[in-house]
């Protein structure tokens, strides 16, 4: 088999996306392994996931970066810097909760992925499952999207659907979501490691 594309994942939580894909790459004829996670909180719970099952972490920390008045492009270029020194081929968004620049996605372009949960191009941005909510829709889900300097705008991937049931609050919803993403990702990040 061909050399698999050595991946990141960037967290900044729980990381149940990450674990996902994490375990998907286990296989041994998925086309990417994943290498190293990096979160932008020092607290994050998915760290020790990460380390639990073998991968490396690193954190490149965005409070310290406020209190030295260092800015996006400064965080971004660490960011870039951890990536490159680690050799990865292909980026994945999982609940990183920080924009990147522009200038960043560029670098990246066509090699970096973000999972959001709803039917893009409906609800971008924050709190996609409350705007569902609000909007009255039957049908929400979520995307693997490629990522580009447009919120939430980047070419589709994949798509799974999930009703929206009468008596959903935000967190029954969110959490059918998140339940159809931990399967939707590892087949999404298969697809557009296959297109490399």
């Known amino acids: 088999m061909a050399s698999r594309t050595r991946v990141a994942i960037l967290i900044s939580g729980r990381g149940s996306n990450m674990q996902a894909l994490i375990e998907?790459?286990?296989?041994?004829?998925?086309?990417?392994?994943?290498?190293?996670?990096?979160?932008?909180?020092?607290?994050?719970?998915?760290?020790?996931?990460?380390?639990?099952?073998?991968?490396?972490?690193?954190?490149?920390?965005?409070?310290?970066?406020?209190?030295?008045?260092?800015?996006?492009?400064?965080?971004?270029?660490?960011?870039?810097?951890?990536?490159?020194?680690?050799?990865?081929?292909?980026?994945c968004l999982a609940g990183f909760m920080r924009i990147l620049s522009d200038g960043f996605v560029r670098k990246w372009e066509g090699r970096i992925v973000?999972?959001?949960?709803?039917?893009?191009?409906?609800?971008?941005?924050?709190?996609?499952?409350?705007?569902?909510?609000?909007?009255?829709?039957?049908?929400?889900?979520?995307?693997?999207?490629?990522?580009?300097?447009?919120?939430?705008?980047?070419?589709?991937?994949?798509?799974a659907e999930v009703p929206v049931l009468p008596d959903d609050t935000e967190a029954t919803l969110s959490a059918r979501i998140l339940e159809a993403e931990h399967t939707l990702y590892p087949q999404a990040l298969k697809t557009a490691l296959s297109r490399l």
């Open 114 to 159: 973000n999972i959001h949960p709803s039917l893009l191009p409906a609800f971008r941005g924050l709190k996609p499952q409350a705007q569902a909510l609000a909007a009255g829709v039957k049908v929400s889900g979520c995307t693997v999207h490629y990522v580009v300097p447009e919120l939430d705008a980047g070419p589709s991937i994949a798509q």
């Open 24 to 91: 998907a790459a286990r296989a041994a004829d998925y086309p990417g392994e994943v290498v190293l996670v990096v979160s932008s909180r020092g607290d994050a719970p998915g760290l020790s996931v990460a380390r639990e099952a073998g991968v490396a972490t690193v954190v490149v920390d965005h409070v310290r970066f406020r209190r030295e008045n260092r800015d996006r492009e400064a965080y971004d270029a660490e960011l870039h810097h951890e990536l490159t020194k680690a050799n990865i081929g292909f980026v």
